[in-house]
């Protein structure tokens, strides 16, 4: 039974702490969370916003998005209802969300919770075993309740999409700017808690669909294993507007479908570079038959390899959570 505010606070804090775990562009980690007289406030950290990846800041909003959702993932599960009120200021475009209590109510999604945990990018290519259709539809509900949209790449789509991936990779390679702002998310300080580190990324390898390469020269220290992405889906998430609500519900959205594949067994990992950069954006939506605007990729697998991939490094909670 929830008495006073500091009760609230409580709960609302053990809520950001459990989306310390999002996963989020570079693992830059954008986020800021402040908790105070029963009201939890997500900020951006522009701080962390990628100037040469992600000017518009469309990847930070759906990183936020992904950290938002996995919050009030806990706070259904804990029992308690969330009222969230989104981009509630437009004075600010910073905030980007309040989220209050509304009352206890039965616990729900406890199996999402748990996925939290549970879940990391993995790299590695997948098995030749296919996706389940039954978890692709289960995706897809998911993410239409986040007011979402969800396109599985099927064999007509994959040639373009190869195409895309590929068209990607090949502008990051040529742009000088671009691998300056990636290595400075990929020889991060010791003890910084983020960026993605080489126990993490993975060697170029012969896979269906090219990959980002973290480290162009090498370094990569997590080896691929015996998959080479046979049986993986390609899903794309989209909205009908490009504004920075749809971007942040694509964000907890994208969060939706994780902690979903993760909770049925499967792998994911996220390839924004299709996103990033306008050319293979333009692309993208030639994909998509110009439905709509993409907002995130997402690479679906039945894992080949034990699970035994290294966890990407985070902040403490100090250092993300104020009150």
Known sequence: MLSDTSDHDELLRGAAEAAIRAPSIFNTQPWRWAVRDGVLELRADRTRQLAVTDPEGRMLTVSC????????????????????DRLPDSGDPD????????????????????????????????SDEPVPDAVVDRLRVDVEEQGVYLADLGPRSMVRFQVTAAR??????????????????????????????????????????????????????????????????????????????????????????????????????????????????????????????????????????PDDTPVSARRGAADVIEG
């Not at 998005?65 to 308690?80: E, F, N, S």
């Not at 209590?101 to 919770?113: C, D, K, N, V, W």
């Not at 049986?231 to 939706?256: F, I, K, M, N, Q």
């Open 95 to 126: 905030l980007l969300a309040r989220v209050a209590l509304a009352g206890e109510i039965p616990p729900a999604g406890a199996r999402l919770r748990d996925a939290i945990a549970e879940r990391h990018t993995d790299r590695r290519p997948f």
């Open 168 to 305: 990607a990779g090949e502008l990051d390679e040529n742009d000088p700017a671009f691998q300056t702002e990636l290595a400075e998310w990929t020889h991060r300080p010791a003890g910084a808690g983020d960026g993605i580190t080489p126990s993490v990324a993975v060697p170029a390898t012969p896979r269906t669909v090219p990959l980002r390469s973290f480290y162009p020269d090498g370094g990569e220290r997590l080896l691929p294993g015996p998959g080479h992405d046979g049986g993986a889906r390609y899903l794309v998430l989209w909205t009908t507007g490009d504004e920075p609500a749809d971007w942040l519900a694509a964000g907890e959205a994208t969060s939706a479908a994780m902690l979903e594949a993760t909770a049925s067994g499967l792998a994911v990992s996220p390839m924004t570079d299709v996103i990033e950069v306008p050319a293979s954006r333009a692309l993208l939506h030639r994909v998509l038959d110009h439905l709509g605007e993409a907002q995130m990729a997402l690479r679906v697998g039945v894992p080949a390899a």
């Open 65 to 84: 998005g992904i950290a938002l959702h996995h919050a009030l993932v806990t706070l259904t599960a804990d029992g308690y209802l969330p009222v969230v």
